[in-house]
T-cell receptor, first 111, second 115 residues
């Protein structure tokens, strides 16, 4: 599986935008970029995914670099409930559905 | 609430024992995945079942086994337990297989403590 690199931790003020970076320089053409997050004492939950184009959903936006070697998860207005570990995961679309979690980024929201 | 249920929530047992963890996927989901989360190894994929058949295997020990029943619930059996097996065990489910937007829904986990 192609590897991803994320900062260990980040802090952000409540109600401000948060940009969570992810580097994936060895991404292959068939790899989709997925983001999951794990809130304290809960199982992981899906956030967003994309292939080449930027994506938006009700939770977040995903900005993908033109060369696809990096991406950024954007939380437009962080709340205390967004404090979690965020995982950037690459997964191909040839039936390999397992998720390979790295160490993720622990996001702290400051009230 | 993801719609995935796991029982029991907590399990405390002794070394050498055998335990069974149970997972009920979301209604309509055919794929079930098992993951282990420990402090030193992080979240690791163990095994996937799709419609009753084993589909993919990860770093699952030989002492561990799993199955998916006709009603699509799954069980993870852990035997000859060691202290190092203490971890959170998550089950996840997804609609099917071969779909690129195959979002996985995770259950709340079973916390296993081996004494």
């Amino acid at each position: 599986d192609a590897k991803t690199t994320q900062p260990n931790s980040m802090e952000s003020n409540e109600e401000e935008p948060v940009h969570l970076p992810c580097n994936h320089s060895t991404i292959s053409g068939t790899d989709y970029i997925h983001w999951y997050r794990q809130l304290p004492s809960q199982g992981p939950e899906y956030v967003i995914h994309g292939l080449t184009s930027n994506v938006n959903n009700r939770m977040a936006s995903l900005a993908i670099a033109e060369d696809r070697k990096s991406s950024t998860l954007i939380l437009h207005r962080a709340t205390l409930r967004d404090a979690a570990v965020y995982y950037c995961i690459l997964r191909d679309n040839f039936g390999n559905e397992k998720l390979t979690f790295g160490t993720g980024t622990r996001l702290t929201i400051i009230p | 609430d993801s719609g995935v249920t796991q029982t029991p929530k907590h399990l405390i047992t002794a070394t050498g024992q055998r335990v069974t963890l149970r997972c009920s996927p979301r209604s309509g989901d055919l794929s079930v995945y098992w993951y282990q989360q420990s402090l030193d190894q992080g979240l690791q994929f163990l095994i996937q079942y799709y419609n009753g058949e084993e589909r993919a295997k990860g770093n699952i020990l030989e002492r561990f086994s799993a199955q998916q029943f006709p009603d699509l619930h799954s069980e993870l059996n852990l035997s000859s337990l060691e202290l190092g097996d203490s971890a959170l065990y998550f089950c996840a489910s997804s609609v099917g297989t071969g779909q690129v937007y195959n979002e996985q829904f995770f259950g709340p986990g079973t916390r296993l403590t081996v004494l």
